[in-house]
C-alpha cells in the first residue's frame, strides 16, 4: 500500500501520533517524557510550530499542531530525529525507536479542535493509568488549567477563546467540557483499522481534494538517522557547510560572533545534549559564553536564511 502525501499547507492542523517498535518502550524515564516535551518547546521556537495539545503515554504519542509555515515534515523529523538520536545515545543501541514514518492526520480547523484536544487528554483515563486527569504529568492538560508562565509556549489560549471571550470562565468551561466523554463520531474515527487521513466535514474534505490532488508530491525529506553523531562528526559538517578548516571552528575574537560555531555548540547541545561544561571544554569557553552561543542561535532561527542553513547542516549529519 503507498504512503498517503503529506498535504502541507499554511496553517494546517494536524493530529499527529507514533508509535515505538515492537516490545519497545519509547518513555522508558521521566527525563525521556521530560526530553520530548523540550522537543516541542524547540520545535515551536526554531519552526514556529504551534502546539495545541500532547499526550505522550509509555510507547506512543499524541500531538495536536498547527504550522503556519507549512512546515509539517520538517518539524516532525527534527522531533523525531533528535529524540531517537539522543534515546540511542543514552541506551547504548541504534536504529530506529518508531514504526516507520509518523501519522498524521489533517484537521478541520473550523470544526474538530476542541473534540482533539478532549480526546487527546482523555487518553490517560482510557488506558486506566489515572482516574483523574490533572494526576498524569505527560499530557497538556495541565497546562490548560494553569496560569503559570511556563506553559506560555502551549497554543493554548487560542482553543480556550473558542470557550468564551471572558478569560474568566474559560478554564472552568474547559474542565466541564473535558471531564465529558468523547461524542460517539470521534471514537468511531479513531476505531477504524485503516484510519482515513483527513477529519472534517465534507465541504473541507472536497477543499482538501481539489486543492491538493494526488497527483501532487512535495519533494520527500531524507529520512532522519538515528545513530546520534559524534562531536568529530559535528564539527566536520559545520566546517564543510561554511568551507572552513577546524581550527577556524575554535577561533574566539573579542566583539567578533563565530556564527558557525556557535551553530556546532547549539547542535551538541541538542542533538546530543551535552552538558555546558563539556561543550566548552571542546571550544576553550566557559559554560556561561555556551550558554551565550546557545541564546544567539535561537534567536537567529527566527529568520529564514538562517533556519534554511541549519536544517541544511542538520540533514547532513
Known amino acids: 500500500m503507498p ?31 521530560s526530553g520530548f516535551i523540550e522537543l516541542l518547546i524547540d520545535a515551536s521556537e526554531i519552526f514556529n510550530m504551534r502546539v495545541a495539545a500532547y499526550c505522550l503515554m509509555a510507547n506512543h504519542y499524541h500531538l495536536l499542531i498547527q504550522t503556519p509555515d507549512a512546515n509539517l515534515s520538517r ?13 540511542n545515545a543514552r541506551n547504548g543501541c541504534d536504529g530506529t525507536l518508531f514504526r516507520g514514518r509518523y501519522k498524521a492526520i ?10 482533539l484536544v478532549r480526546y487527546i487528554h482523555r487518553i490517560p483515563l482510557g488506558t486506566g493509568i489515572t482516574d483523574k486527569l ?32 471572558d478569560k474568566k470562565v ?30 472534517g466535514g465534507e465541504t473541507f474534505i472536497k477543499w ?30 559545520v566546517c564543510r557547510h561554511y568551507k572552513i578548516g577546524v581550527a577556524e571552528l575554535q577561533k574566539s575574537r573579542r566583539g567578533v560572533e563565530n556564527e558557525a560555531r556557535d551553530i556546532a555548540i547549539y547542535l551538541l547541545r541538542y542533538i546530543r545534549s551535552e552538558r555546558l561544561e563539556k561543550i566548552g571544554e571542546e571550544f576553550n569557553l566557559n559554560s556561561s559564553s555556551v550558554s551565550n552561543a546557545i541564546s544567539r542561535v ?12 541549519y536544517g541544511q547542516i542538520f540533514d547532513s549529519l
Open 3 to 33: 504512503r498517503p502525501l503529506r498535504i502541507e499547507f499554511a496553517d494546517a492542523w494536524y493530529h499527529v501520533m507514533n508509535r515505538a517498535r515492537l516490545g519497545q518502550n519509547a518513555f522508558p524515564a521521566r527525563e525521556d517524557y
Open 170 to 199: 474559560q478554564i472552568t468551561a474547559y474542565k466541564r467540557f473535558v471531564s465529558k466523554k468523547e461524542p460517539e463520531e470521534i471514537i468511531k474515527h479513531y476505531s477504524r483499522a485503516h484510519m482515513p487521513s483527513i477529519l
Open 208 to 237: 482538501v481534494k481539489a486543492r491538493f490532488p494526488k497527483k501532487t508530491k512535495k519533494k520527500k525529506l531524507p529520512e532522519s538517522k538515528n545513530l546520534c553523531p559524534g562531536v568529530v562528526e559535528i564539527k566536520r559538517a
Open 106 to 115: 489533517l484537521v478541520d480547523g473550523d470544526s474538530y479542535l476542541l473534540e
Open 298 to 309: 535561537k534567536t537567529r532561527l527566527r529568520k529564514n536564511m538562517f533556519k534554511k542553513r
Open 75 to 87: 518539524c516532525m523529523r527534527h522531533i523525531n530525529g533528535i529524540y531517537t538520536q539522543r534515546y
Open 134 to 165: 490533572q494526576d498524569y504529568s505527560w499530557s497538556s492538560h495541565k497546562g490548560y488549567i494553569s496560569k503559570a508562565k511556563k506553559w506560555e509556549w502551549l497554543h493554548k489560549n487560542y482553543i480556550l477563546g473558542m470557550f468564551s471571550k
